[in-house]
Structures are given as C-alpha cells and as structure tokens.
C-alpha cells in the first residue's frame, strides 16, 4: 500500500527502542525506506540497529538521545540526513506518564514537582525541539511530514498524571496546527494522532471502549503510515483520535461510561 510513497524515503522515529516507535520502523522498512531511531535507551537501541540491518542493510541507523535535550535532537537530525541525505517523515513516540515513569504516586499537590517536569518536558517540549529540529531540513527539501503523537487522556484528563495529560491536550493541538501553518508554504505538512487505550502494557486491555476493545499498536502505527503518506495529501493541522470510540463515552463518574466496553 505504501511502497510507493515511502521507497527510498526516510523516517526518524523517538521513542523507537521499543513499543510503536520500534513497530513503525520496522514497518516503514518493510515498504522499502530507510529509519533513524532515536532513544534514551542506548543499548537496546544498538541491539535493534545490529538485528534489522541483517534484514535490512544500509536502511537502518540508531542514534542515542536524550530528547529533553535540545543539542542532542539537533544530533540525531543531522546524522541521519549524513546517512541519507533526507527526513522525510518525523514521528514523535517518545514519551509516557511522569507518574509511572518516575515511579510516584499520590494526589496531585504531593507527586515531586521534578516529575511533572519530566512528564512536561519529554511529552511537550521533545516534541516541540523535534519538530523545530527537523522543519529546518523540511524546509530544503521542500517537502515532510511531522506526527505529533498526543492522547486521549488529554481530551480526557488524569488525575494521576497530571503534565501527561497537560501536555497531550490543547498544547500538543496548538503546536501542531502551529506547525502545519509555517509548514504549507515549504510543502510540509504536520498532523496529530491521539491514541486510545494501546495493547502495549499490561492494564491496557481493561480500559473501556465504545467498540470493547484496546487497539492493537499495529492499528496506531498504519494510521500514523496513512497520515505520512500521499493518500492523506490535503490532511494537516488537524488531529486525528485512534481510541475505539472512548471520545464519545461520558466519563465512568457520571453514570453511563461503564454500560460500554468490556
């Protein structure tokens, strides 16, 4: 379905030591392009780059980045334009809940402000110094594709990740539809996915959906294709909600949200 858009292009992926930001790279290769991962995770990332070169040589480069870290990001861009002359689709994976990744819990006022940093700066600012990053180089070729990866727990909301929540709602909106404005006179265009409930981790299966289920991370990934590619030519500055219908459901306190899903 792809082949023809994505042959000999390439796509920088964060968050790709594992998880859909692994899974999109693995599939962007499987349709004849070239990837750059970009994690924190060093050595899971060497593992991967050494693994899919075998299947895939010369089509993969795995770059370690810590992406709160503006120098770092600039780093990644410039090495996998080094080895492939081009960025042409930028998908921001990275990121997760502060509370969880920072092991903390407790009401709002008691989680260490430290972690709502964290949680602010790899879920917004990341983004936000990956998609400036690479404008720069969309820009000379005229051409690109950025996805902002938001949530549904930001249309939501999240008592028990508050910057997660912040950060995947309004803000994440605003820069993306900021970014597709500056973007359509170079040719680039910037689009939103804000996934639902995702079978990557344990508990995933049990949150509620109109439709009864999670999605599988595959079904994230192929829309996220889909938006990057030439069949969603005239979509950007919009976001698009991949969450089984949960935008729909009244929220579980008042009354009607547990009467769908499983």
């Known amino acids: 379905m792809f082949e023809q858009d994505f042959a000999g292009k390439t796509l920088l992926s964060t968050g790709a030591a594992s998880g859909m930001g692994l899974l999109i790279c693995k599939e962007f290769l499987k349709y004849g392009g070239n990837v750059v991962l970009a994690d924190i995770d060093e050595k899971a990332l060497r593992e991967h780059e050494k693994r899919l070169n075998k299947q895939y040589p010369g089509k993969v480069l795995a770059v370690a980045c810590d992406v709160r870290d503006y120098v770092q990001v600039c780093r990644v861009r410039d090495e996998g334009v080094k080895a492939f002359g081009s960025i042409d689709v930028l998908v921001n994976f ?10 903390v819990s407790g009401d709002f006022c008691d989680i260490p402000i430290e972690a709502y940093n964290w949680g602010i700066d790899v879920n917004l600012r990341a983004q936000l110094y990956f998609d400036h990053a690479v404008f ?9 594709v950025i996805v902002n990866i938001g949530s549904i727990t930001g249309e939501e909301g999240c008592a028990q990740a508050v910057a997660y929540s912040a950060s995947k709602s309004g803000a994440m909106h605003g820069l993306t539809k900021s970014i597709a404005l500056a973007g359509a006179k170079y040719g680039i265009r910037c689009v939103g996915v ?4 995702v079978l990557t981790r344990p508990g995933m299966a049990g949150m509620k959906t109109l439709i009864g289920k999670a999605a599988e991370p595959l079904e994230i990934v192929n829309m996220v294709l889909f938006l990057a590619s030439s069949y969603a030519a005239s979509v950007t500055g919009t976001f698009v909600l991949v969450d089984g219908g949960r935008n729909v459901m009244r929220d579980k306190e008042h009354g009607d949200y547990g009467k769908y899903g499983n």
Do not use: F, L, V, Y
């Not at 720069?136 to 690109?144: E, H, L, T, Y």
């Open 194 to 197: 804000a996934p639902g409930p």
């Open 136 to 144: 720069a180089q969309m820009r000379k070729q005229n051409s690109g």
């Open 94 to 103: 990275a990121g997760g809940a502060e509370t969880r990744i920072c092991g």
